[in-house]
């Protein structure tokens, strides 16, 4: 049988993890006695269409240090891909550039906008009769793929969240004074991370006191009113609020205007800040907001070792399901038992994935809407154990990094 090559990708947002799922590609690119040449698209899909591509033999031998760098080695990219019938032009580009390196396997690592690359892709494929096998590889600190128990990036991200917010709760207790202390997660409109904040509460701390989810009503003067109550029996509230939180018209609290990204999502920003100036105006009190922003998805010192080997797995597992002849799909893991903690892996057809949400329960939430439940903590705990073994250098953590020269 003739051999083909191999060709992969990241796209989207980075995350702690999305290194790792390309290693696993890597790795059982290398591995597979059916692909002979193994490439990297610079910059996503924006790198097929402008044939920037690198042969990834290089790096055969490095694929450990890979696994443990944060953000993405190939470089990301936020391009929607049209139509194949508004677009016809971009997919001859992308066939043609696949017919000239003789790719006969393509995986895409991202979110859910990547997964609409693969369902475009996959189906124009099919379309034209073309020899390709198009696989998604999910990850996403936003935890909000469908059909996967839990995306590769949100483990890593929950457990820099809950040790941060710990970590503030340490800062925040030593003054005898009444204080808010606000702090703004991630999550337009899912609320995995703010709820991943739960997780840092202990024998002696309840921080985060109150937590808001995108996926509750909020009332501004409920949120005052929940304030009010914790500060008559402790002096430092601790807030975990999500960024996409919304009014009871489904308005963003935080979207101050009309602004729109390519994908068409609004553009948010001040959540925290705005919360701060109510408490300030209504209560009086020492106010302080806190935007966790990137640093949710970068902080490799501190990655979920489970997070790390579970994207890494996911990565090989496509490559496998791609060789063996499946196209269309993602990989996937699917929860077996919470303890002991254990995941079975699979592939799902990528229709049902690309352009869907996966929102937490609402029986998750509880009845008030400014905290979670037992449900929500024994979902989140396993998914943070362990730590990743991070090189070091000059007393700093020691990266893989390629060149946009090369």
């Not at 996967?148 to 949100?154: C, L, M, Q, V, Y």
């Not at 995995?192 to 701390?205: D, F, G, I, M």
């Not at 430092?236 to 308005?251: F, K, L, P, Y």
Request: hydrophobic share 35%; proline share 4%.
């Amino acid at each position: 049988m003739k051999k083909k090559n191999l060709l992969v990708g990241q796209s989207g947002g980075p995350t702690v993890a999305i290194n790792a799922s390309l290693s696993g590609v890597l790795e059982m690119g290398f591995e597979m006695p059916e692909v002979d040449k193994v490439y990297g698209a610079r910059n996503g899909i924006q790198g097929v269409l402008e044939e920037h591509i690198c042969d990834m033999e290089p790096y055969k031998n490095r694929l450990a240090e890979l696994q443990v760098t944060p953000s993405m080695f190939l470089g990301s990219c936020r391009y929607k891909l049209p139509e194949p019938s508004e677009g016809q032009e971009i997919y001859e580009k992308i066939f043609e550039v696949f017919s000239k390196y003789q790719i006969g396997y393509f995986f895409y690592i991202g979110g859910n906008d990547s997964m609409d690359t693969v369902l475009k892709l996959s189906g124009y494929a099919e379309k034209i009769g073309y020899d390709i096998a198009i696989m998604g590889v999910p990850k996403t600190i936003d935890n909000d793929l469908m059909e996967i128990d839990h995306t590769p990036g949100f483990g890593s991200a929950a457990k820099y969240i809950a040790s941060s917010i710990l970590e503030m709760a340490h800062d925040t207790y030593i003054y005898q004074m009444k204080s808010v202390l606000i702090v703004e997660i991630m999550g337009r409109n899912a609320g995995w991370l703010t709820a991943s904040s739960v997780l840092a509460r202990n024998e002696y701390s309840d921080a985060p006191h109150l937590i808001y989810l995108p996926e509750k009503p909020f009332r501004t003067s409920q949120f005052i009113l929940d304030v009010r109550r914790e500060l008559e029996h402790r002096d430092q509230v601790i807030v975990a609020v999500s960024e996409g939180i919304r009014d009871t018209e489904g308005m963003y609290i935080s979207a101050q205007s009309s602004r729109v990204d390519q994908f068409g999502h609004v553009m948010l920003s001040g959540t925290g800040k705005y919360l701060e100036s109510l408490v300030t105006d209504a209560i009086g009190c020492k106010v302080r907001s806190v935007e966790l922003n990137v640093l949710q998805r970068c902080a490799s010192h501190i990655a979920s070792k489970t997070d790390i080997q579970e994207a890494a797995q996911l990565g090989r597992e496509a490559v496998k399901r791609a060789v063996e002849g499946q196209t269309g799909c993602m990989s996937r893991l699917t929860r077996v038992s919470d303890d002991p903690y254990m995941v079975e892996y699979s592939m799902a057809p990528i229709a049902r994935i690309a352009n869907e949400e996966k929102k937490i329960p609402q029986e998750w939430i509880n009845e008030a809407g400014n905290d979670v439940t037992e449900d929500m903590i024994s979902y989140l705990k396993p998914l943070i154990q362990g730590e990743m073994s991070v090189p070091y250098e000059n007393g700093l953590p020691k990266y893989l990094y390629l060149s946009q020269k090369e």
